[in-house]
Structure formats: structure tokens, C-alpha cells
């Protein structure tokens, strides 16, 4: 399983399972066929976090060769991502707990064993080598992966949610660290998902059999609420002449880029990050932002080292392609700290419009996804 780093490489992967496999996806979705054997899934999901190419344009893509009812589920699983994110821009306390929760969660053997494949459940050791070696996972595995975690292991649902986000080439703060409060049963409150041996076996092909889990656990506990926040403008209306973006936004076709004397890609290496990424997923990320830049004739800095500041020095505004919450707004919050800047942040207006409907639960965004592509003309 190999993926691309170029946006023609990301459509042409976008295409071919439009081509060949989108008609079966209701059909097989489910199902782990093991990490050479992923026709049934689009594996879109590394370029669609980087929006190399985005939501939107993946929807309206898909739009123009079926309609809306036969391919619903799959644009259902698209717009997820978009939820999550909205979810949290209106919750951000959720990530920054996230982080300082995993400050005071010290590594003990067990969970040295988790991360080491090194447990008595083979298919649990399984994905680990897989996840470490493909820095991918199939969605439904990572769901039977976290509830094994939680519920079988008894780890805690932070380091599994780090260990994802060290690890996934597709991980981002929304998705990644939702989906694991789902499991766990802290994000829709007392409704966990639990993995169960049949279920594994089932959508395995029966790779795995007689798995001994815990298919009984109740829901954890978190008394924390999370009241609404408005969505942070935070514009000053006043353009720039310094663009900065990073590597969670590459959708650059939809701006001027003319419009700017200095343009900077800032990819956070470990020493800034909250949380450490593994070398091959930094890779990834470099090698994405190298060959978008390639796309522009205008010059672009990559600043992927702790020459941040310095090469920023003397600047005191910036136009900045939105980074949602997580780790790198987290990093622009901190450099406003130390510098006194002004940041006039540039969103793409369908996040907000979507964003509204993450208010509540899934299903509420769900029945307004008709409205989303008749308003933003996506099919």
C-alpha cells in the first residue's frame, strides 16, 4: 500500500475508485481485507486531512458521474471529517484538555506492550505492525483497535489517541481525537462502542477467530462539559503582504498568490509539537508540502526546523490560511504571545457554512448535507 504526495497522484487514487469500486462501497466497506487488499475503501483520507484535495471537491468529484442516492453513504463518510472539525472549532477546550491530560499520564509496561505489539491478542499485535509499518489502518479496525485498548487493555484513551496521531499519516486533532472519545464513550455520553469477537472475525474473512476481549465494559466517564463557543474571526480586514500556511491546509488554487511579496509553509518539527509525529509521517508531510509548492511559480519558503522565528523577524502582520484547531493554531497562539502580530486569518467560507450544522450530533449535520451541495453546487 503506497501513497502518493501530489495532488495529480491524490485525484488519479480519487478516480480510479470512482471507476472501479465506489458502486460496492455500501457493500464491502466493512471489511479488513488486510493492508494489500483495500479496493473496497477510497484511502483518500491522507490527502483529504491535507486537503491536497479537500472535502468539497472530493463530493462534487464523485457528484459528477453518480447521483446523490447512490453514492450517499460514501458522501456521508466525507463529510464526517467535516463535522468533527466543526464539532471541535466550537469546542476547542476539548483539545487543549486533550494535551494537558496527557502531560500527567505517565508510560508504565502495559502500555509499553500495547505500542510493542506485545500483547496476548494477535490481531490487536497485527495492527500495530501495520499501523507502524503502512501509518495506515482501516476505519473499521480502528474502532475494534481503540475498544481494545480502552476496554481490554485498560489504557488510557489519551495515549491511544497520541499514538494514533504519532503514527497515521491521515491523523488531525478533530477526527482522530473525537473518534477515540466516541469509543470510549465520553463523547456521546454513555454510549460506547465495544468490540466484539464475531464482528472482528466477520469482516476479517475470518483472519481472526476466538478473540478473548472484554465485550461487557460500560462507558467511561468524564464529568467535563464543553459549553458552545461562537467561531473565532479573529480578522483584522487588513491585507497582508505575508501569507503563511501549513501543511493541514494545501489548497492554495484558491487564492492569489500575487497578492503577496513573502509566502511561507511552516511545518512544525517535533521540538514544537505537543505531539511527537514519527519520522516517516514528517516525511509525508514535507514531501506533500515540496511538491505543492512545485505546482506555483511564485516563491515559497518551507520553514520545517526551529528557524521559525528568525525567519519571520521584522514581519508584524500575516494573512494565514486557517489551520483549525489543534496543533498548529496552538503553535500561532503561542507566537502571538512572544510577538506582538497581527494575524488576519482566510477560511473557506463552506467550513463555516458546515460548521454551523456540528452543533449537535452527527445526524443533525447528516440531514443537512442536501442543503450543502444545492448551496455550494457540488453535484
Same mark, same amino acid.
Given at each position: 500500500?503506497?501513497?502518493?504526495?501530489?495532488?495529480?497522484?491524490?485525484?488519479?487514487?480519487? !478516480?480510479?475508485?470512482?471507476e472501479?469500486?465506489? *458502486?460496492?462501497?455500501?457493500?464491502?466497506?466493512?471489511?479488513?481485507?488486510?493492508?494489500?487488499?483495500?479496493?473496497?475503501?477510497?484511502?483518500?483520507?491522507? =490527502?483529504?486531512?491535507?486537503?491536497?484535495?479537500?472535502? =468539497?471537491?472530493?463530493?462534487?468529484?464523485?457528484?459528477? &458521474?453518480?447521483?446523490?442516492?447512490?453514492?450517499?453513504k460514501?458522501?456521508?463518510?466525507?463529510?464526517?471529517?467535516?463535522?468533527?472539525?466543526? $464539532?471541535?472549532?466550537?469546542?476547542?477546550?476539548? $483539545?487543549?484538555?486533550?494535551?494537558?491530560?496527557?502531560?500527567?499520564?505517565?508510560?508504565?509496561?502495559?502500555?509499553?506492550?500495547?505500542?510493542?505489539?506485545?500483547?496476548?491478542?494477535?490481531?490487536?499485535?497485527?495492527?500495530?505492525?501495520?499501523?507502524? +509499518?503502512?501509518?495506515?489502518?482501516?476505519?473499521?479496525?480502528?474502532?475494534w483497535?481503540?475498544?481494545?485498548?480502552?476496554?481490554?487493555?485498560?489504557?488510557?484513551w489519551?495515549?491511544?489517541?497520541?499514538?494514533?496521531?504519532?503514527?497515521? =499519516? !491521515?491523523?488531525?486533532?478533530?477526527?482522530?481525537?473525537?473518534?477515540?472519545?466516541?469509543? *470510549?464513550?465520553? %463523547?456521546?455520553?454513555?454510549?460506547?462502542?465495544? *468490540?466484539?469477537?464475531?464482528?472482528?472475525?466477520?469482516?476479517?474473512?475470518?483472519?481472526?477467530? &476466538?478473540?478473548?476481549?472484554?465485550?461487557?465494559?460500560?462507558?467511561?466517564?468524564?464529568?467535563? +462539559?464543553?459549553?458552545?463557543? %461562537?467561531?473565532?474571526? !479573529?480578522?483584522?480586514?487588513?491585507?497582508?503582504?505575508?501569507?503563511?500556511?501549513? +501543511?493541514?491546509?494545501?489548497?492554495?488554487?484558491?487564492?492569489?498568490?500575487?497578492?503577496?511579496?513573502?509566502?511561507?509553509?511552516?511545518?512544525?518539527?517535533?521540538?514544537?509539537?505537543k505531539?511527537?509525529?514519527?519520522?516517516?509521517?514528517?516525511?509525508?508531510? #514535507?514531501?506533500?508540502?515540496?511538491?505543492?509548492?512545485?505546482?506555483?511559480p511564485?516563491?515559497?519558503?518551507?520553514?520545517?526546523?526551529?528557524?521559525?522565528? !528568525?525567519?519571520?523577524?521584522? &514581519?508584524?502582520?500575516?494573512?494565514?490560511?486557517?489551520? *483549525?484547531?489543534?496543533?498548529?493554531?496552538?503553535?500561532?497562539?503561542?507566537?502571538?504571545?512572544?510577538?506582538?502580530?497581527?494575524?488576519?486569518?482566510?477560511?473557506?467560507?463552506?467550513?463555516?457554512?458546515?460548521?454551523?450544522f456540528?452543533? &449537535?450530533?452527527?445526524?443533525?449535520?447528516k440531514?443537512?448535507?442536501p442543503?450543502?451541495?444545492?448551496?455550494? #453546487?457540488?453535484?
Amino acid at each position: 500500500m503506497k501513497f502518493e504526495t501530489t495532488r495529480q497522484g491524490a485525484l488519479s487514487k480519487l !478516480d480510479h475508485f470512482i471507476e472501479n469500486e465506489i *458502486a460496492n462501497y455500501n457493500f464491502k466497506r466493512n471489511f479488513d481485507l488486510g493492508p494489500k487488499e483495500r479496493q473496497n475503501v477510497s484511502c483518500l483520507s491522507p =490527502y483529504i486531512t491535507h486537503r491536497l484535495i479537500n472535502e =468539497y471537491e472530493t463530493v462534487k468529484i464523485v457528484l459528477k &458521474k453518480y447521483p446523490y442516492q447512490k453514492v450517499e453513504k460514501y458522501i456521508q463518510e466525507v463529510f464526517w471529517r467535516v463535522y468533527w472539525k466543526g $464539532w471541535l472549532e466550537l469546542r476547542p477546550k476539548v $483539545w487543549t484538555d486533550f494535551v494537558e491530560d496527557l502531560k500527567i499520564i505517565e508510560d508504565d509496561e502495559k502500555l509499553y506492550q500495547a505500542k510493542n505489539g506485545q500483547t496476548e491478542i494477535d490481531c490487536f499485535n497485527d495492527w500495530v505492525r501495520e499501523l507502524k +509499518e503502512f501509518n495506515y489502518l482501516h476505519n473499521h479496525t480502528r474502532m475494534w483497535f481503540a475498544s481494545i485498548w480502552i476496554f481490554t487493555l485498560g489504557l488510557p484513551w489519551q495515549k491511544g489517541a497520541e499514538f494514533f496521531l504519532k503514527h497515521l =499519516y !491521515d491523523g488531525d486533532a478533530a477526527s482522530n481525537t473525537l473518534s477515540w472519545r466516541w469509543v *470510549a464513550g465520553i %463523547q456521546t455520553k454513555g454510549k460506547n462502542y465495544v *468490540a466484539q469477537s464475531w464482528n472482528i472475525e466477520k469482516f476479517t474473512n475470518n483472519r481472526y477467530q &476466538k478473540i478473548k476481549l472484554n465485550d461487557n465494559a460500560v462507558p467511561l466517564i468524564d464529568s467535563r +462539559e464543553y459549553k458552545l463557543n %461562537q467561531i473565532d474571526n !479573529d480578522e483584522n480586514n487588513l491585507p497582508s503582504k505575508n501569507l503563511i500556511f501549513f +501543511e493541514n491546509d494545501l489548497n492554495l488554487e484558491k487564492f492569489n498568490l500575487d497578492n503577496y511579496q513573502n509566502i511561507y509553509s511552516i511545518l512544525l518539527d517535533n521540538e514544537h509539537r505537543k505531539i511527537k509525529l514519527d519520522g516517516k509521517v514528517l516525511e509525508f508531510k #514535507k514531501k506533500l508540502i515540496e511538491n505543492t509548492i512545485k505546482i506555483f511559480p511564485k516563491n515559497i519558503k518551507l520553514i520545517s526546523n526551529s528557524s521559525y522565528f !528568525d525567519l519571520l523577524n521584522g &514581519k508584524n502582520d500575516f494573512d494565514v490560511i486557517y489551520p *483549525a484547531v489543534g496543533e498548529n493554531k496552538s503553535f500561532l497562539n503561542n507566537f502571538r504571545k512572544k510577538r506582538d502580530i497581527k494575524i488576519n486569518f482566510l477560511r473557506d467560507e463552506r467550513d463555516i457554512f458546515c460548521w454551523r450544522f456540528s452543533n &449537535k450530533g452527527y445526524f443533525n449535520f447528516k440531514s443537512n448535507i442536501p442543503k450543502i451541495i444545492a448551496d455550494f #453546487k457540488l453535484s
